[in-house]
């Protein structure tokens, strides 16, 4: 099987900066897109942004010009560099990660565990 591992959220004051990483591991053939989400209390989980193992990324139009997704095809891990933070940005964000698992030809979707990430001040 395939897990994802997620760490680097926390408190941090408005305006200030996180770095969120997922690292997935297992059965892996081939990672192939990876993604961060989001979900606020009482909300919708919600796209933050994804990335393609060629590098290409896309960004939900309010995390846009704030935030920075980037991998390390070798280390099949993912970061989200979160700058600007708002208070409306405080939700549990989630990795997630399509994967061919090992000796098939499926593509698979893996999710974390998510993490806590709370702007106040």
């Known amino acids: 099987q395939v897990q994802l591992v997620e760490s680097g959220g926390g408190l941090v004051q408005p305006g200030g900066s996180l770095r969120l990483s997922c690292a997935a591991s297992?059965?892996?053939?081939?990672?192939?897109?990876m993604g961060w989400y989001r979900q606020a209390p009482g909300k919708q989980r919600e796209f933050v942004a994804t990335i393609t193992s060629g590098g290409f990324t896309n960004y939900a139009v309010s995390v846009k010009g704030r935030f920075t997704i980037s991998r390390d095809n070798a280390k099949n891990t993912v970061y989200l560099q979160m700058n600007a933070l708002k208070p409306e940005d405080t939700a549990v964000y989630y990795c997630n990660a399509k994967v061919v698992v090992m000796s098939t030809t499926y593509e698979y979707d893996y999710w974390g565990q998510g993490t806590q990430v709370t702007v106040s001040s």
């Open positions: 297992g059965s892996i053939f081939r990672v192939n897109a």
